[in-house]
């Protein structure tokens, strides 16, 4: 069948209106009428060729939402107008130890991934959400709240389980002192759910400015870490930091604002090595970890926490036709904090 989308049909080239083919329902798909997609900043790298992989034409987009229009014939899970999302992934082998596991991100055949990807059998590419319509197999489509915002529960797909991955990986509970580097797509939703689960938060960042809406997000203290006494003051003090920052920065220091046996998580992606001192970790036992999205199982149990809590990601809803505006703008920081797309503007 037939859908609109926006699509990247070479690295040096805008996104532009794009008629894709998706697959004729099986027995086990489901047909999703997409409403929302979120803007990721690795669509950015991925549509630009930034990171070496890409194939194209590309249809970016791992942070949909949308309802259910129909579904194949043994498809238990979900039925017609059903509110669902679409993550990082649409497929994995579903028999390997990690798969068994819950951890589909880490099949050992390799998933298949949402876009710039192919299905399972590794000849059929896939294309992402800035589409009007995507098909999946229902043991990827995951149930929304009908409680969250179609728009501001997008980037939950992506951002949303990214930080709460590690957030519950390492424990993260009441009372807990949570360190967040970085205010951006990222930060800001690792400061709402440690707040939500209990913790105490503060966001260690470059930039003043960010210190109003840190607080509006729920952080409890805010640090400029351009201040070399921030790293003096703030020593021990953290049982989990969450770094989101994905440009060089020293990783060392932030490995010293840990108390004994806390543990760094890195969900942001630099795009140089990052060099760590063998005593930065072995001076408190400390744990320097990274994470990377979260399995479907996982991502169920965010949205489902997303909506006991009231937690949506801050966005900016775009139409189609303003997607290369807003890729330039995410990567000059212009937007607090997600880009996310109405999908009904590419009938315009």
Request: a neutral charge; charged letters at 20%; hydrophobic letters at 40%.
């Amino acid at each position: 069948m037939q859908t609109r989308a926006y699509a990247a049909t070479a690295a040096d080239k805008p996104l532009a209106p794009l008629s894709i083919e998706r697959r004729e329902l099986r027995d086990d798909d489901v047909l999703i009428d997409v409403s929302h997609c979120g803007i990721c900043h690795s669509d950015i790298h991925q549509a630009r060729g930034e990171w070496g992989n890409s194939t194209f034409p590309m249809v970016p987009g791992h942070e949909v939402i949308g309802r259910v229009a129909r579904v194949g014939s043994n498809v238990t899970k979900f039925k017609a107008g059903d509110r669902v999302g679409i993550g990082c992934m649409v497929d994995s082998c579903r028999e390997c130890e990690s798969c068994r596991a819950g951890f589909e991100q880490f099949c050992e055949k390799g998933c298949a991934f949402t876009y710039n990807s192919t299905e399972m059998d590794r000849k059929t590419p896939t294309h992402g959400g800035y589409s009007q319509q995507l098909v999946a197999t229902q043991d990827f489509v995951l149930r929304v709240p009908e409680s969250l915002d179609p728009a501001g529960a997008a980037p939950l797909l992506c951002a949303g389980i990214t930080t709460y991955s590690p957030l519950r990986q390492f424990g993260c509970k009441k009372g807990d002192r949570v360190g967040v580097v970085g205010l951006g797509g990222l930060g800001h939703m690792a400061v709402k759910l440690a707040a939500a689960m209990g913790a105490n938060v503060t966001m260690l960042s470059t930039s003043p400015s960010k210190e109003a809406d840190a607080a509006r997000l729920g952080a409890h203290a805010f640090a400029l870490t351009k201040d070399p006494a921030t790293f003096t003051k703030l020593a021990r003090s953290f049982d989990i930091i969450i770094d989101t920052v994905s440009a060089p920065h020293d990783i060392n220091s932030y490995l010293s604002l840990l108390r004994p046996h806390g543990t760094l998580a890195l969900v942001g992606a630099p795009p140089e090595a990052l060099s760590v001192h063998p005593f930065a970790l072995i001076g408190g036992n400390y744990r320097f970890a990274g994470s990377s999205i979260g399995g479907i199982r996982e991502t169920q149990e965010m949205l489902d926490f997303c909506a006991e809590h009231k937690i949506v990601s801050d966005v900016e809803v775009i139409p189609a036709q303003k997607i290369n505006e807003a890729y330039e703008r995410v990567l000059k920081n212009d937007v607090r904090y997600r880009f996310v797309i109405d999908t009904a503007t590419l009938s315009a």
